[in-house]
């Protein structure tokens, strides 16, 4: 019983992440870059092209969860029902929340004086907003899903993805307003929000290496294999000024599990060293799957 109720609450807490990460695009997009009359990349800059292209009559939450109802059929045998849940719960909550900010804010800029100012705050909300929604595993449909499924199969960013097919939109933008200002605009916007995507999305998936030396390495490893649910190696080792012989645990750990590991080994062995280092992937059971 416990267990399900764990499932539920881990669940509760990738949904409400979601519905975070959804607000924050919507609320960044509306007051800082579609009422600057901005095109961003992905869907959400197609739609706007058809929202400016329309005089406003065809809105972009409308245009935004049409056009991913279509990609989300593709999407159903390649990315899975479990990964499709969570996307279809990403689309309505991001299609619920743009429409809420174009009805709130009625196409009004926050900041009309300052348009370069405008794009950079709305490209980090809507970077942020994002790179939440991509933590949990899920999605808020368009070109996410294209990058989600070429990033299941290929080891390649998944900004360096949207960063491509949001060059391709931006500067298709140039045929309905002429106005290289604004493209430029547009590609700064990309830069922005691709970057904070990837530092909130690698910021939660970040490994760390540990070198730990003490005589109590016996104790700190079964604390760290019961304690933090984290494999050990021990290593054999010689000192290199009293020439005697020395245990070193070795520790592969997330980043976010770092403050416990610490503590607990100073609970131990307050003499212990111990040496950390940031680690550029770690691939097997417990971290990132292994892509060729």
């Not at 399900?4 to 960044?28: E, V, W």
């Not at 989600?148 to 390649?156: C, E, G, L």
Request: aromatic share 12%.
């Amino acid at each position: 019983m416990s267990n399900k109720i764990s499932r539920i609450y881990f669940a509760s807490q990738d949904y409400l992440m979601i519905l975070l990460g959804t607000l924050m695009y919507g609320f960044g997009f509306n007051a800082f870059i579609l009422s600057n009359e901005i095109v961003t990349g992905g869907v959400s800059g197609i739609c706007a092209l058809i929202f400016f292209a329309s005089d406003g009559m065809i809105p972009v939450s409308v245009s935004y969860f049409v056009i991913n109802v279509v990609l989300l059929l593709v999407a159903l045998k390649i990315l899975g029902l479990k990964f499709l849940i969570k996307t279809i719960f990403g689309v309505l909550s991001l299609s619920a929340s743009l429409s809420f900010f174009e009805w709130l804010l009625q196409g009004k800029a926050l900041l009309p004086d300052e348009p370069f100012m405008s794009i950079l705050i709305g490209a980090f909300l809507c970077g942020a907003g994002l790179g939440l929604v991509f933590s949990v595993g899920g999605s808020t449909g368009g070109t996410d899903i294209i990058g989600a499924v070429v990033n299941k199969y290929k080891n390649i960013s998944i900004g360096r993805i949207l960063l491509f097919c949001d060059f391709i939109i931006i500067s298709s933008s140039f045929v309905l307003f002429h106005d290289v200002e604004k493209i430029v605009f547009g590609f700064v916007e990309m830069f922005v929000s691709n970057n904070v995507l990837d530092m909130v999305l690698n910021g939660n998936r970040q490994s760390v290496q540990f070198l730990i030396f003490s005589q109590k390495y016996d104790e700190i490893t079964d604390a760290i294999i019961t304690q933090i649910g984290r494999g050990c190696t021990i290593l054999d080792g010689i000192g290199g000024y009293s020439k005697k012989p020395v245990k070193v645990v070795v520790l592969l750990a997330k980043k976010s599990e770092s403050n416990a590991i610490f503590r607990l080994v100073k609970r131990i062995d307050h003499q212990a060293f111990i040496s950390q280092s940031i680690v550029r992937g770690v691939y097997g059971e417990g971290f990132d799957q292994i892509k060729a």
